[in-house]
């Protein structure tokens, strides 16, 4: 199908992108890398009467070295970031969720930014900025401010990014020497996973120093899993402290799955996650 | 209407477009290159994979607008971009080991092919299959694609290259 007829602007600056956004509020939708954004158009999910297009807005690709953080452009490809040596260094989890990420067509388009502020539950980039305590950097009429992730996923598909909004970076405290795996389980090849735990830890299997677990698919937003953690930092051993991976958890029923198969899986892919992420 | 300057498999063009065009509709429908298909239309199938400056993408998800003042290469003008005969090699492949049947999924297949060994020359034949996992063949159930893709990277020949995985052994299948 062909999306609704829209207007469309392609700003060279993020002060020129966010003025359009001031003119055109409500009717306007942003464009990223449009993978997401393009099939809800095309099935006219959403008919948008402007399109703010980022994807000349040279200032918000790239990645960079900050101190104790690494900043990713919000609109740095998939691809990009999968390949970025500063990315694997500091924070592997990543590099491990965005590696299986749909396919390859769709990470040379797709963007970092884009794929988080269009936050489905189901997506990749969630659980791992939520384990990793990423901070988003937000700019709007008003300047810029920065918001944890632990406050940035509002809700299903939902964020702390204002309708007048734009999502310019992203940035992640340095996790060097952690190890990190995402366990991703799917039906089909490139498919959303029906759930999917991204863990990252600092120290091996036997003695674990500490331990980050992110959750996807298991809430209307990416969660943590804090029981495990918890009980992982105490000393507990990995099978009986996987057992909690579900707490406070909310997942949703559909077509792939009951809730409480979602529930068992979270607590097996955790299991296997942290596993693989200490070297196990 | 909003105007766009590109170059398409080598020629240069200049189009008023809607913003709302694919840049599918774009090359079939304003260039005439037919050679690329619209699969699934929901951006699963990949059949519609052409290359934006240089990198593979789902043409059916990238409007018109957006490729403004980009390069694409699509499956006619791919043979082109190598200069040595009137087929690419992995197009050569893809006949030398049959990996087609009805050949609706082969631009879209190719295309990706020729991206994914630009990016990893010496694929095995696992990364091979995750390389192409956003092309879906309802087919061949992709072992003559594989096979071509692994003689088309200058891995083995086309009748053994791959016959580990449907289980036959190598000496048989090259006798």
Redesign the interface.
């Known amino acids: 199908?062909?999306?609704?007829?829209?207007?469309?602007l392609?700003p060279t600056t993020v002060e020129e992108a966010l003025s359009a956004l001031a003119t055109h509020g409500d009717d306007a939708k942003i464009?990223a890398g449009?993978?997401s954004l393009?099939?809800v158009?095309?099935?006219r999910l959403n008919a948008p009467e402007m399109?703010i297009?980022l994807?000349r807005i040279e200032s918000l690709r790239g990645i960079r070295d900050d101190g104790d953080a690494i900043v990713i452009g919000a609109m740095t490809p998939h691809?990009v970031v999968g390949k970025d040596p500063l990315v694997k260094e500091h924070a592997l989890l990543i590099h491990k969720a965005v590696e299986h990420l749909?396919?390859?067509?769709?990470r040379?388009?797709g963007t970092f930014g884009g794929a988080l502020a269009h936050a489905d539950p189901a997506g990749d980039l969630g659980a791992p900025a939520l384990a990793l305590d990423a901070s988003f950097v937000i700019a709007g009429p008003g300047g810029t401010r920065t918001v944890p992730a632990a406050e940035f996923f509002v809700d299903l598909f939902e964020t702390a990014i204002g309708e007048d909004e734009l999502l310019t970076e992203v940035r992640v405290p340095k996790h060097t020497g952690w190890g990190a795996h995402y366990e991703k389980f799917v039906r089909v090849?490139?498919q959303w996973p029906i759930v999917a735990v991204a863990a990252t830890v600092k120290g091996s299997a036997g003695s674990l120093e500490d331990v980050k677990i992110g959750l996807t698919n298991m809430g209307s937003t990416p969660l943590r899993a804090k029981a495990t953690e918890d009980a992982l930092r105490g000393g507990g051993d990995l099978a009986t402290a996987a057992q909690l991976a579900d707490q406070d958890t909310n997942p949703p029923s559909d077509l792939n799955g009951e809730a409480s198969y979602r529930r068992h899986l979270a607590k097996v892919l955790t299991r296997r996650a942290v596993t693989a992420a200490s070297g196990g | 209407m909003?105007r766009i300057n590109l170059t398409v498999d080598g020629a240069k063009v200049a189009d008023d477009v809607?913003?709302?065009?694919?840049l599918v509709?774009y090359l079939r429908e304003k260039l005439g290159k037919t050679g690329t298909v619209v699969g699934c239309?929901?951006?699963?199938c990949?059949a519609c994979?052409v290359h934006?400056d240089g990198?593979?993408?789902?043409s059916?998800?990238?409007?018109a607008?957006?490729a403004?003042g980009s390069e694409v290469t699509t499956i006619e003008g791919l043979a082109a971009t190598y200069d040595g005969g009137d087929l690419h090699p992995m197009q050569e492949a893809f006949r030398e080991c049959h990996g087609l049947q009805c050949g609706y999924c082969t631009p879209g297949m190719i295309m990706?092919s020729v991206?994914?060994l630009k990016e990893n020359p010496k694929p095995t034949e696992e990364e091979i299959r995750v390389?192409i996992?956003?092309?879906l063949c309802r087919c061949t159930g992709y072992h003559n694609i594989v096979r071509a893709v692994q003689l088309a990277s200058g891995q083995g020949d086309h009748q053994s290259a791959g016959a580990s995985t449907v289980g036959v052994p190598a000496e048989e299948a090259t006798s």
């Not at chain 1, 199908?1 to 469309?8: G, K, L």
């Not at chain 2, 990198?55 to 789902?58: G, L, P, R, W």
């Not at chain 2, 059916?60 to 409007?63: A, D, G, S």
């Open positions: 199908m062909i999306p609704t007829q829209f207007d469309y392609a464009l449009g993978q393009l099939p158009l095309r099935m399109v297009d994807g691809s749909a396919d390859e067509q769709i040379h388009r090849a490139h | 909003t809607e913003p709302r065009m694919l509709q239309d929901t951006s699963n990949g994979t934006l990198t593979s993408v789902k059916c998800n990238v409007l607008v957006q403004d990706q991206a994914f390389g996992e956003g092309n």
